[in-house]
């Protein structure tokens, strides 16, 4: 009996420190979008022997008849308001309490096959890198608390319209309360209709709703440009390998976007500046790779990436070749600027101890090197998206890459 919990509490110490792996392979469905903001389900629905198991509950079964039965009458009701149609979808303090009990009950009756599908995708993944201290039923309850989150946001941004993180740029594209949108949303529920003998799991009509909410603001920024290393990043993330990095003094440079304010521009004033100043270190040698980092932020629903007209500007104005240019064209913060950057960093086989440089304008530089900077951090991701940051000139602030950076997180749906 005791060698037999001297060997448990090994096997529960190895599961514990168990994290991040270069060499996973993603699992994908047919949607890039959901499986950026929900990869646990993905997961899930890779994983036949897991899918029976919550199948064949009772109380999750409950909740995906309850749900399917309220999205039928949607069709044909008089419901038109996002608060009368949305509400149900949605998940209350009480549902997520109860799905968290069932989970832990799931995974005590089933810790082998729930262990197989944590260990072997959960963990590695890096997606729920911030977890990886817990253990596997702590792990799987709170990776489905992270789905009750996003999938709560979502709605609550695209469908009732509310103002969330940065109401200027992620905002929905049409007025929720208009009479053409509340004809969409009912239309949505005609469409989803059809699928419903598919939906077999008690997250999938949430899910569902979600998505197609997105999809009608066009918000489907996550998957644009992916799989980036064999597409706008193949010549970049092939060339990782070849680099000898004792010839540089840092790993890779930095570019934040800064989006221009009208639409006759593709690269603001300010950004050239990144790219100016960035390109001028880039040919005294400073590091073998730049990341180019911002999405389509400005202006709003705007047709410029960032990173995108960087990466053109900086091929075109210094002929800086394209397998040193690596894209991020996700970002739509400063926060997710170094977040961005060392997800790449890590996920390429980039050199992790060696710093990297964040070279921006002076106005930004010195709001980066500011602790109100390091608490916006803190309070929108919950951790640091670097360590050692020291600012060495107006342009230039060293930092390293951390693994937090890894976890997805369910607040950004447009870049989680």
């Known amino acids: 009996m005791i060698i037999l919990l001297i060997l448990s509490g090994r096997a529960t110490i190895a599961q514990i420190n168990k994290g991040y792996s270069k060499n996973y392979k993603f699992v994908h469905s047919n949607n890039l979008v959901a ?94 890198q911030r977890f990886i201290n817990l253990n596997n039923q702590d792990l799987l309850v709170r990776a489905f608390g992270q789905y009750v989150i996003g999938i ?40 989803l209709d059809e699928h419903t003998d598919g939906m077999k799991q008690f997250y999938q009509p949430s899910l569902a709703v979600a998505m197609r909410l997105m999809d009608a603001n066009d918000r489907d920024e996550p998957a644009r440009f992916e799989p980036m290393e064999t597409g706008a990043n193949k010549k970049a993330f092939d060339r990782v390998k070849l680099i000898k990095w004792s010839n540089y003094k840092y790993a890779t440079i930095v570019i934040p976007g800064n989006g221009p304010e009208i639409t ?42 960032e990173a995108v007209q960087m990466k053109k500007y900086l091929m075109q104005k210094f002929e800086i070749p394209e397998d040193a240019i690596i894209i991020d064209p996700h970002a739509r913060h400063t926060t997710t600027n170094f977040r961005n950057a060392n997800r790449l960093i890590i996920r390429y086989g980039i050199h992790v101890d060696k710093p990297s440089v964040f070279i921006t ?54 870049d989680p």
């Open 152 to 191: 709560n946001y979502i709605i609550d941004q695209f469908g009732f319209g509310k103002k969330m993180r940065y109401p200027r740029i992620d905002s929905p594209s049409y007025v929720v309360t208009s009479r053409y949108y509340r004809t969409v949303m009912k239309d949505i529920f005609a469409a």
């Open 264 to 305: 006759t521009t593709p690269i603001s004033p300010d950004n050239k500046i990144h790219c100016d100043v960035a390109a001028e270190r880039y040919l005294k040698g400073w590091a073998p790779f730049i990341i180019v980092s911002g999405g389509y932020c400005y202006p709003f629903q705007g047709p410029y990436c």
């Open 361 to 414: 304008s002076k106005s930004q530089t010195d709001y980066v090197k500011n602790e109100l900077f390091d608490k916006r951090n803190r309070n929108e991701l919950g951790y640091l998206p670097y360590r050692d940051k020291t600012g060495i000139s107006n342009h230039d602030i060293v930092f390293y890459p951390t693994y937090d950076s890894l976890h997805m997180d369910p607040f950004d749906p447009l």
């Open 35 to 128: 499986d950026k903001n929900f990869y646990v389900l993905t997961v899930i629905d890779h994983t036949p022997e897991i899918k029976s198991i919550l199948n064949a509950n009772g109380q999750l079964n409950a909740l995906l008849n309850n749900r399917i039965e309220i999205l039928k009458q949607h069709v044909t009701d008089t419901c038109s308001l996002p608060s009368s149609l949305l509400g149900d979808f949605r998940w209350t303090k009480s549902d997520s309490a109860n799905m968290a009990l069932v989970l832990k009950e799931l995974y005590v009756k089933n810790t082998g096959a729930f262990d197989v599908m944590i260990d072997n995708h959960l963990r590695p993944s890096g997606y729920y």
